[in-house]
Protein backbone atom coordinates (compact mmCIF):
# COMPACT_ATOMS: atom_id res chain seq x y z
CA UNK A 1 0.00 0.00 0.00
CA UNK A 2 1.26 3.75 -0.29
CA UNK A 3 1.06 6.24 2.36
CA UNK A 4 2.04 9.95 1.61
CA UNK A 5 2.18 11.52 5.23
CA UNK A 6 2.64 15.57 5.80
CA UNK A 7 3.23 16.04 9.58
CA UNK A 8 2.64 19.76 8.90
CA UNK A 9 -0.67 21.08 9.08
CA UNK A 10 -0.29 24.67 8.93
CA UNK A 11 2.68 26.83 8.51
CA UNK A 12 2.65 30.84 8.85
CA UNK A 13 5.50 32.71 7.88
CA UNK A 14 5.99 36.77 7.27
CA UNK A 15 6.63 37.50 3.78
CA UNK A 16 10.36 36.58 2.66
CA UNK A 17 11.22 34.34 4.85
CA UNK A 18 12.12 30.96 3.86
CA UNK A 19 9.99 27.98 4.28
CA UNK A 20 10.19 24.01 3.90
CA UNK A 21 7.57 21.80 3.42
CA UNK A 22 7.89 18.03 4.55
CA UNK A 23 6.63 14.70 2.80
CA UNK A 24 6.94 11.50 3.76
CA UNK A 25 5.86 8.58 1.76
CA UNK A 26 5.80 4.64 2.08
CA UNK A 27 6.07 2.36 -0.61
CA UNK A 28 6.63 -1.21 -1.82
CA UNK A 29 6.85 -0.42 -5.50
CA UNK A 30 11.20 0.21 -6.70
CA UNK A 31 10.32 2.42 -9.15
CA UNK A 32 7.47 5.19 -8.40
CA UNK A 33 6.89 8.98 -9.05
CA UNK A 34 6.93 11.56 -6.44
CA UNK A 35 4.97 15.22 -7.05
CA UNK A 36 4.36 18.32 -5.55
CA UNK A 37 0.56 20.47 -6.30
CA UNK A 38 -0.40 24.02 -5.16
CA UNK A 39 -4.12 24.54 -4.31
CA UNK A 40 -4.60 28.14 -4.32
CA UNK A 41 -7.91 29.49 -2.56
CA UNK A 42 -9.77 28.88 -5.70
CA UNK A 43 -9.56 24.91 -5.64
CA UNK A 44 -8.08 23.96 -8.76
CA UNK A 45 -4.75 21.95 -8.03
CA UNK A 46 -1.82 23.17 -9.92
CA UNK A 47 1.55 20.91 -10.44
CA UNK A 48 4.68 22.16 -9.47
CA UNK A 49 6.93 19.55 -10.12
CA UNK A 50 7.64 15.63 -11.08
CA UNK A 51 10.40 13.30 -9.34
CA UNK A 52 11.26 9.95 -10.47
CA UNK A 53 12.19 7.64 -7.89
CA UNK A 54 15.56 6.47 -9.93
CA UNK A 55 16.59 10.44 -9.86
CA UNK A 56 17.98 11.16 -6.35
CA UNK A 57 19.03 15.22 -7.82
CA UNK A 58 18.04 17.90 -6.11
CA UNK A 59 15.95 20.49 -8.29
CA UNK A 60 15.14 24.57 -8.48
CA UNK A 61 13.05 26.44 -10.14
CA UNK A 62 12.93 29.88 -9.75
CA UNK A 63 12.30 30.38 -5.81
CA UNK A 64 11.15 26.76 -5.62
CA UNK A 65 13.59 23.57 -4.57
CA UNK A 66 12.89 20.08 -3.74
CA UNK A 67 15.13 17.32 -2.10
CA UNK A 68 14.15 14.07 -2.68
CA UNK A 69 16.35 11.29 -0.16
CA UNK A 70 16.06 8.24 -0.94
CA UNK A 71 17.50 6.46 2.19
CA UNK A 72 14.80 8.35 3.97
CA UNK A 73 12.03 8.35 1.98
CA UNK A 74 11.53 12.07 2.46
CA UNK A 75 10.67 14.61 -0.91
CA UNK A 76 10.43 17.89 0.64
CA UNK A 77 9.87 21.17 -0.74
CA UNK A 78 11.22 24.66 -0.10
CA UNK A 79 10.15 27.94 -0.94
CA UNK A 80 12.68 30.52 -0.72
CA UNK A 81 12.34 34.31 -0.17
CA UNK A 82 8.11 33.41 0.35
CA UNK A 83 5.28 35.91 -1.24
CA UNK A 84 2.03 36.71 -0.57
CA UNK A 85 1.03 34.55 -3.71
CA UNK A 86 2.40 31.91 -2.16
CA UNK A 87 -0.57 31.56 0.42
CA UNK A 88 -2.30 27.93 -0.19
CA UNK A 89 -2.20 24.56 0.34
CA UNK A 90 0.32 22.18 -0.48
CA UNK A 91 0.20 18.20 -1.45
CA UNK A 92 2.30 16.25 -1.70
CA UNK A 93 1.62 13.22 -3.77
CA UNK A 94 2.86 9.24 -4.84
CA UNK A 95 2.41 7.27 -8.10
CA UNK A 96 3.40 4.18 -8.86
CA UNK A 97 4.97 3.12 -12.51
CA UNK A 98 2.60 0.09 -12.85
CA UNK A 99 -0.46 0.00 -14.57
CA UNK A 100 -2.56 2.00 -11.99
CA UNK A 101 -1.04 5.57 -11.84
CA UNK A 102 -3.59 6.50 -9.39
CA UNK A 103 -1.73 8.91 -7.09
CA UNK A 104 -2.07 9.05 -3.62
CA UNK A 105 -1.99 12.39 -1.53
CA UNK A 106 -0.93 13.68 1.64
CA UNK A 107 -3.44 15.81 3.61
CA UNK A 108 -1.75 18.62 2.73
CA UNK A 109 0.09 21.28 4.20
CA UNK A 110 -1.63 24.97 4.58
CA UNK A 111 0.93 27.74 3.77
CA UNK A 112 -0.16 31.35 5.34
CA UNK A 113 2.51 33.99 4.03
CA UNK A 114 1.51 37.43 5.91
CA UNK A 115 2.81 40.62 3.96
CA UNK B 1 -5.42 24.76 -25.44
CA UNK B 2 -9.00 24.08 -22.94
CA UNK B 3 -7.87 22.72 -19.99
CA UNK B 4 -10.53 19.60 -17.78
CA UNK B 5 -13.60 21.30 -17.13
CA UNK B 6 -16.24 20.18 -14.19
CA UNK B 7 -19.90 20.84 -14.44
CA UNK B 8 -21.93 22.35 -12.21
CA UNK B 9 -19.07 24.27 -10.06
CA UNK B 10 -21.56 23.72 -7.28
CA UNK B 11 -24.07 21.18 -6.45
CA UNK B 12 -27.31 21.58 -3.19
CA UNK B 13 -29.03 18.56 -2.75
CA UNK B 14 -30.97 16.97 -0.28
CA UNK B 15 -30.32 13.76 1.58
CA UNK B 16 -31.69 10.33 -0.44
CA UNK B 17 -31.61 12.47 -3.93
CA UNK B 18 -29.57 11.48 -7.20
CA UNK B 19 -27.04 13.59 -8.53
CA UNK B 20 -24.87 13.34 -11.64
CA UNK B 21 -21.56 15.47 -11.98
CA UNK B 22 -19.85 16.15 -15.43
CA UNK B 23 -16.31 15.98 -16.55
CA UNK B 24 -15.17 16.93 -20.02
CA UNK B 25 -11.26 16.20 -20.42
CA UNK B 26 -8.55 17.68 -22.25
CA UNK B 27 -8.87 16.76 -26.21
CA UNK B 28 -6.83 13.67 -27.26
CA UNK B 29 -6.73 12.58 -23.77
CA UNK B 30 -7.56 8.93 -22.71
CA UNK B 31 -7.35 8.48 -19.14
CA UNK B 32 -9.54 10.11 -16.91
CA UNK B 33 -9.80 10.08 -13.58
CA UNK B 34 -11.85 10.96 -10.07
CA UNK B 35 -11.51 11.98 -7.03
CA UNK B 36 -12.98 12.88 -4.12
CA UNK B 37 -11.54 16.12 -1.45
CA UNK B 38 -12.90 16.05 1.78
CA UNK B 39 -12.47 19.38 4.05
CA UNK B 40 -9.38 19.39 5.13
CA UNK B 41 -7.86 16.51 3.53
CA UNK B 42 -6.29 15.82 0.26
CA UNK B 43 -7.57 13.83 -2.87
CA UNK B 44 -8.60 10.72 -2.41
CA UNK B 45 -9.10 7.87 -5.55
CA UNK B 46 -12.09 6.94 -6.94
CA UNK B 47 -11.54 5.81 -10.49
CA UNK B 48 -10.02 5.50 -13.41
CA UNK B 49 -11.04 5.23 -17.20
CA UNK B 50 -8.36 4.09 -19.94
CA UNK B 51 -10.69 4.66 -22.95
CA UNK B 52 -14.22 3.88 -22.02
CA UNK B 53 -13.30 1.40 -19.59
CA UNK B 54 -12.98 1.53 -15.62
CA UNK B 55 -9.58 0.22 -15.37
CA UNK B 56 -9.52 0.86 -11.98
CA UNK B 57 -12.89 1.42 -9.73
CA UNK B 58 -11.23 0.71 -6.52
CA UNK B 59 -11.52 3.55 -4.59
CA UNK B 60 -15.35 4.01 -5.09
CA UNK B 61 -16.67 3.68 -1.84
CA UNK B 62 -19.50 1.99 -2.08
CA UNK B 63 -22.39 0.14 -4.86
CA UNK B 64 -24.11 4.04 -4.78
CA UNK B 65 -21.37 5.60 -6.60
CA UNK B 66 -21.25 4.98 -10.80
CA UNK B 67 -19.14 6.38 -13.25
CA UNK B 68 -19.40 5.92 -16.90
CA UNK B 69 -17.47 7.11 -19.81
CA UNK B 70 -19.30 5.92 -22.84
CA UNK B 71 -17.89 7.31 -25.57
CA UNK B 72 -14.27 7.72 -24.15
CA UNK B 73 -14.26 11.50 -24.05
CA UNK B 74 -16.95 13.07 -21.41
CA UNK B 75 -17.29 11.13 -18.01
CA UNK B 76 -20.76 11.37 -15.34
CA UNK B 77 -19.89 10.48 -12.09
CA UNK B 78 -23.40 9.17 -10.65
CA UNK B 79 -23.98 8.91 -7.08
CA UNK B 80 -27.49 7.87 -5.54
CA UNK B 81 -29.66 8.03 -2.41
CA UNK B 82 -27.31 10.79 -1.54
CA UNK B 83 -25.50 11.34 1.86
CA UNK B 84 -24.63 13.97 4.56
CA UNK B 85 -21.43 12.16 4.11
CA UNK B 86 -21.06 12.56 0.67
CA UNK B 87 -20.57 16.03 0.15
CA UNK B 88 -17.05 16.96 -0.92
CA UNK B 89 -15.10 18.57 -3.76
CA UNK B 90 -15.48 16.12 -6.57
CA UNK B 91 -12.16 16.33 -8.71
CA UNK B 92 -11.57 15.47 -12.61
CA UNK B 93 -8.22 14.82 -13.88
CA UNK B 94 -7.09 13.96 -17.61
CA UNK B 95 -3.67 12.77 -18.96
CA UNK B 96 -2.55 11.53 -22.17
CA UNK B 97 -2.40 7.71 -21.51
CA UNK B 98 -1.70 5.11 -18.97
CA UNK B 99 1.17 4.97 -16.22
CA UNK B 100 4.33 3.44 -17.21
CA UNK B 101 5.78 6.14 -19.19
CA UNK B 102 8.64 7.88 -17.46
CA UNK B 103 7.51 11.01 -19.04
CA UNK B 104 4.83 13.90 -18.64
CA UNK B 105 3.01 11.88 -20.83
CA UNK B 106 0.90 10.60 -18.52
CA UNK B 107 0.74 14.35 -16.24
CA UNK B 108 -2.61 14.33 -14.63
CA UNK B 109 -3.97 17.66 -15.23
CA UNK B 110 -7.03 18.25 -12.95
CA UNK B 111 -10.21 20.20 -13.57
CA UNK B 112 -11.59 22.88 -10.68
CA UNK B 113 -14.07 20.58 -9.39
CA UNK B 114 -17.78 19.98 -8.24
CA UNK B 115 -18.73 20.82 -4.66
CA UNK B 116 -21.07 18.89 -3.82
CA UNK B 117 -22.91 19.68 -0.19
CA UNK B 118 -26.18 17.23 0.70
CA UNK B 119 -28.35 18.63 3.01
Avoid at chain 1, 8 to 36: A, G, H, N, P
Amino acid sequence: AQKVTQAQTEISVVEKEDVTLDCVYETRDTTYYLFWYKQPPSGELVFLIRRNSFDEQNEISGRYSWNFQKSTSSFNFTITASQVVDSAVYFCALRATGANSKLTFGKGITLSVRP
Amino acid sequence: GAGVSQTPSNKVTEKGKYVELRCDPISGHTALYWYRQSLGQGPEFLIYFQGTGAADDSGLPNDRFFAVRPEGSVSTLKIQRTERGDSAVYLCASSYGTSGGLSSYNEQFFGPGTRLTVL
